[in-house]
């Protein structure tokens, strides 16, 4: 069974669920990282407090809010809680441990190595990234100058965002990114916040970068304008981002584009949180160029976004030819939908409705009574044995899942040379 059939198989169990992006590490190892790179940053008495959790609570830490005066509020991948005073989680504010000027002073201090001074550029854009890709946000009074934020002074809360690397959650969507001929996509990851579409992004960059299966990888250019992607500390990545990959960090995503283009000629262009009408001529660049694209935005779903100016300029024009829809259901990571570029599911709620291009028109595979094709795809995902795996039921002649393919012809290539019995043709 090739890589590419056991995603499927994957895919297929989240049905009615969604899926759920998996984590490289376990419970343990995510909480002996969270101890090593951001406890450093935390006074003592903070320190012994957030060691008396468990380590499945340390290891679904995603930030840490830090508001003088006010109860220290973690979110959690299982919700959002107060830091208890004498250890623990609540949900009661009178419990919770309160933040001290001193608390913030001090985290203040260990961020930027007692010397704040030395960040204004960072302090200007409101947060500072340090070892590890995490990133510290900030709140205070504004020094503004000729209508521009200069720096930041006078600080009343900060926001620690552990950054999450989980290597491989990407793999069970990736397949579905390309079309017959093995051509990646230009795709748009659609997520509302905290809903994993960084971290997703992340590894899809790092397995285009590296390759996998019948993707033997390429040169990627990443525009990291808030420094999320690669975490870049000091100029190097934090993250595994894969070893053909450049890194434009702290660039404003429109002018970071057009460099890249020009200076490096990548094969995929990644960047996140498109949106504003700068970036539209960037990504119109990059389909002249013959780039293909990867990037995000904020949205619960392709009809919100596609009302937006900007970048619903773009999917109108069905710029876009992948779609993916995220959101928290089952916590953050969870798959709701892939969609090609008109907007048709190749996968909803964890189940493959069908696979292939979607042509305007074109008739149900069904109806044009194309029994060898289903034979093929049936080929394709059982690796050319006999049976289809147990969790995927009947013959594919007789399972209803294989109707809505509409293009049968455009499956050749999802198979790895000799897998289908076919010399790399499904």
Known sequence: ?????????????????????????????????????????????????????????????????????????????RGSFFLKKEGGLTRVRAEGYMVTDDDLERILQLVSRSSLYAFEEELRRGYITV???????????????????????????????????????????????????????HTLIISPPRCGKTTLLRDLVRLLSVGKGFWPGCNVGVVDERSEIAGCYQGVPQKDVGPRTDVLDGCPKAEGMMMMIRAMAPEV???????????????????NA??????????????????????????????????????RRRGPGTVEKVLDGVGQPLLEGGWISRMGEEKAGEKDAESSGASGDYRRLYSCWTGGGGELPQSLSAPAANDDRFKNVRNPDSLRGYCSPGSCGGGGQA
């Open 290 to 327: 013959g780039i293909k694209v990867l990037t995000t935005a904020h949205g619960e779903s392709l009809e919100e976004v596609a009302r937006r100016p900007g970048i619903g300029e773009l999917i109108r024009e069905g710029f876009f030819q992948r779609y993916v829809i995220l959101s």
């Open 131 to 185: 070892k590890g890709g995490h990133r510290v946000g900030l709140c205070g009074r504004a020094v503004v100058e000729g209508g521009r934020v200069r720096t930041l002074k006078n600080f009343s809360s900060l926001n620690i965002r552990v950054a999450k690397e989980k290597k491989g959650c990407g793999e069970k969507i990736f397949p579905l990114l390309f079309d017959g001929e093995q051509r990646f996509l």
């Open 269 to 287: 262009l990644v960047t996140d949180e498109v949106g504003r009408p700068e970036d539209v001529p960037a990504l119109r660049e990059a389909l």
């Open 1 to 77: 069974m090739t890589w590419q059939v056991k995603a499927a198989v994957e895919l297929k169990k989240g049905k009615e669920q969604g899926i759920k992006l998996g984590s490289g590490l376990s419970y343990e190892q995510e909480s002996e990282r969270v101890q090593q790179e951001i406890f450093p940053f935390l006074p003592e008495s903070l320190r012994k407090l957030l060691s008396l959790l468990s380590g499945e609570d340390l290891s679904s830490l995603e930030e840490i809010r830090v508001r003088r005066g006010q109860p220290l509020f973690l979110q959690m991948e």
